[in-house]
Structures are given as C-alpha cells and as structure tokens.
C-alpha cells in the first residue's frame, strides 16, 4: 500500500497541461495521411503538363479557323465554333466522306486484330501450361515480338513485304507457288492484310503473356478432378480455364481494343505519310487532315470526335462487363 500511494498522488498532482497533450498529435496524424497524395503530386502534376494540358489545347484548336495561316500565333485565329465538327460529320461532303471511310477500315482493322491477337496468345499460353523441355526458351523467344522497339519490327516487315525481293513474296510464289505472280503488299488492298499481319504479329506476344500469368492463378486441383470426371482437354478450357480468365481477359480486351484503334507507329512506319486506302486508319487520316493539309482545326475536331468515341465504347464495355460480373457471382 505505501508503495502504490505516491504514484496515485503522483498521478493526481500531474501539472494540468499533461490532459491537453493529446489533441496535439492531431497534426503528426494529418501528415501521415497527406503523405501519399504529396508522394503522388510529382506523378499528377507530370500527367497534367503531358497529357491533360495538351488534350485541354486540342480541345480549344477544334473550336478554331486554325490553318496554315496562323501557325505562327495560333491564339489569334479565329472561332469557327462547330464548324469544323459540322465538316468532319457531313458524311455526304468529301471530308466527312473520307473520315467515315477511315473509321470504317479502323473499327474492321481493329476487331480482327484484337480477336486473333487474343486468340492465338490464349492458345499459346494454355499450351505453354504443360512441363516440357524448353519451355523457358520457347516463351521467350514468344515475347520477342512485343520487346522489339516498333519501328526497327515494323521497318523490318517492310523489307519483307517488297515487290521483287521481299522474304514474303519469295516464299509464297517462289517457293510454294501459292501466288501466279509477286503481289503487292504495300499497296491496293492488300495493304490491309500486311498491316493486320504487322499488328497480330507485334499484339498477340501482349496478349500471351497477360493470360499465361492468368492461367497461375487457376488450381491444378481443379484440372485433376476434372479429369477424374472424365472430361477432356476441350472440356477442361471450355469449364474451367475460359470461366477462371473471364477478368483478365475482360481488361486484356479492353486494352487491346484502345491500342489497336489508336495505333500511329504501325500504319505510319509502314506505309509513310499517305497510307493506300484500303488501310487509311483513323489515326494516321487525322495526322494527314492536320499535318498534310495543315487545317488543324478540322484535325482536332476529328481528334475530339475519336476520343468521344472511345470514351462510349469503354464505358458501355466497362457497364457490360461488370453488369455481367455481377449476374455471375449472383
């Protein structure tokens, strides 16, 4: 009892300023909670000066009479209010004519690219699941495509794809003889096929790679009672592997989609400054509207109008797949 006296009096006599220290850690605590969104600033401010600044000045060019007449002091060009989005959306005029032209071969362009890109990286990595000798060689001689930089993968392809001496036309007419005479894959319509060729061979490494470590997360205990069951190797992708990669495929599409619509390198490296028609892609026709022509204007009403479009399109797919996602954990 004497022992345990001087420390309750201790505790009674404490000075009446010791009660108020503990509102005071109030401010340590508002530091710690600031702490990540001044560790996110740099990364916030670096997006705002090279993405939202330059989509804010391409937004307020639409809305402007900007041709090469004003490149000098673009501010002093005059409005032209919807005037630009008016000549872009008359489908009857030549302009608009040729953009939905464009926007026709892109949307064609962009499904068959992004189907077979899935497609043939969902194959190889349900096929790269099974143990055998060189299998670690063998995905990464896979993932050679996609680490090239894109402009030596797709010069390379146009050495390919040449007239007399390409690789392409040697070993379909010369070779096996599937071709009467050397075709021209740079050119007419069958531009389109040597750009989807360029795209799913420089894509579907993307895709393989994304559903190969999908695949880790799906038990193999799952497989083993299947197979117990007596299903096989179609019935096992069919139950198992494709219902488990219901989400990685859904962001893998999605991504798919947004690069491949939105791919200058490809078509500009391949065919140059004027693409055939047959692969005239919305990106590069907005970079001739705006650099050829040099009615910038007209050319950032055409870029409002794709980004508009994408913004629908990833939001409708967004609402359809999480409404589905939903049904199913239902």
């Known amino acids: ?22 509102p005071r850690r109030r401010p340590g605590r508002i530091r710690r909670i600031g702490l990540p969104y001044l ?28 041709t090469q007449f004003y490149i000098r002091d673009w501010g002093t060009a005059p409005w032209s209010g919807l005037d630009n989005y008016k000549v872009s959306v008359d489908f009857d005029a030549p302009v608009g004519e040729a953009l939905l032209h464009s926007f026709l071969v892109t949307v064609a362009f962009t499904l ?55 690789l392409v036309n040697h070993v379909l007419h010369d070779q096996l003889h599937l071709t009467d005479k050397p075709s021209f894959w740079l050119i007419g319509d069958n531009s389109f096929y040597a750009l989807l060729t360029v795209s799913v061979w420089k894509g579907w490494p993307f895709a393989f790679l994304i559903v190969m470590a999908g695949l880790q997360n799906i038990p193999g205990e799952l497989y083993e009672a299947a197979a117990l069951d007596g299903a096989g190797m179609w019935q096992q992708i069919r139950r198992i592997t494709l219902p488990s990669l219901r989400p990685v495929n859904q962001v893998l599409v ?40 040099w009615n910038f204007g007209t050319g950032s009403a055409m870029s409002v109008l794709l980004l508009l479009f994408l913004l629908v399109v990833t939001g409708v797919y967004l609402a359809l797949t999480s409404r589905g996602r939903r049904a199913a954990d239902a």
């Open 39 to 66: 560790l996110l600033l740099p990364a916030l401010l670096l997006e705002l000066l090279v993405h939202l600044v330059p989509m804010v000045i391409g937004i307020v060019m639409s809305f402007k009479e900007l």
């Open 112 to 166: 068959l690219s992004v189907g077979l890109c899935w497609l043939i990286g969902t194959t190889a990595a349900i096929y790269m699941q099974d143990t055998f000798r060189g299998r670690g060689l063998l995905r990464a001689l896979f993932l050679v495509p996609y680490a090239l930089p894109v402009y030596a993968a797709v010069i390379t392809w146009v050495f390919m794809f040449q007239h007399d001496n390409g």
């Open 1 to 22: 009892m004497t022992t345990t006296a001087p420390a309750e009096a201790a505790v009674q006599q404490s000075p009446p300023g010791t009660a108020e220290k503990a």
């Open 254 to 293: 999605l991504v798919l989609f947004l690069w491949t619509f939105n791919d200058f390198n490809t078509p500009y490296v391949l065919f140059g400054k004027a693409a055939p028609e047959a692969a005239d892609l919305i990106s590069v026709h907005i970079y001739q509207a705006s650099f050829v022509t």
